[in-house]
């Protein structure tokens, strides 16, 4: 079935630190993957996604990029705030309706 | 600000009570509601599936008898654990869907079972 797997935190980053969060998937055929961001105390929200190899997503200064010959979708920032300190899932889908998590990476940046 | 509701945030209950979490959409209709659980440091699994006014669709390994849906109208769906137990402490999450396939979470409700 499919799965995600995704670096285990928590990661701990001094303001205006290069991010990398790894993830890699197991899936058949060719599923969109994302990225959800949630902040302490409310849901989960998307931050960006990909729908086919080699689409790069980027929101808010978040970048990751489809790449299905290593089966990965990598989050980047190249300068994190305090204001990014969050949980972090990277998830696919197969249909536009049933994700699979990765099981979350708690990110903390301090001033 | 938040579009889905979900209530209680966190709530302990004694082993053998039926604690409900409400999930509700503030200003638009969920034609869809899923329902997830997480177990700490553990990905987030689908439990149930649900369309207004049907039956929920369960999960393979998720027990129908014990946790109960409902999804009776287009603003709210809940989930009821049954005579929980400590095994069925977790944080379980929402996630309402509309008719344009835009996804909202809920913030979630950690389920403590003593």
């Known amino acids: 079935g499919d799965s995600v797997t995704q670096m285990e935190g928590p990661v701990t980053l001094s303001e205006e630190a290069f991010l990398t969060i790894n993830c890699t998937y197991t899936a058949t055929g060719y599923p969109s993957l994302f990225w959800y961001v949630q902040y302490p105390g409310e849901g989960l929200q998307l931050l960006l996604k990909?729908?086919?190899?080699?689409d790069k997503g980027s929101n808010k200064g978040f970048e990751a990029t489809y790449r299905k010959e290593t089966t990965s979708f990598h989050l980047e920032k190249g300068s994190v705030q305090v204001s990014d300190s969050a949980v972090y899932f990277c998830?696919?889908?197969?249909?536009?309706?049933?994700?699979?998590f990765g099981a979350g990476t708690t990110v903390t940046v301090r001033a | 600000g938040a579009v889905v509701s979900q209530h209680p945030s966190w709530v302990i209950c004694k082993s053998g009570t039926s604690v409900k979490i409400e999930c509700r959409s503030l200003d638009f209709q969920a034609t869809t509601m899923f329902w997830y659980r997480q177990f700490p440091k553990q990905s987030l699994m689908l439990m149930a599936t649900?369309?207004?006014?049907?039956?929920?669709?369960?999960e393979q390994g998720v027990e129908k008898d014990k946790f109960l849906i409902n999804h009776a109208s287009l603003t709210l769906s809940t989930l009821t654990v049954t005579s929980a137990h400590p095994e069925d402490s977790s944080f379980y999450i929402c996630r309402a869907g509309t008719e344009k396939n835009i996804q909202y979470f809920g913030a979630g409700t950690r389920l403590s079972v003593l």
């Open positions: 998830a696919l889908s197969r249909t536009d309706y049933k994700l699979s």
């Open positions: 990909a729908t086919k190899a080699d």
């Open positions: 649900s369309n207004e006014g049907s039956k929920a669709t369960y």
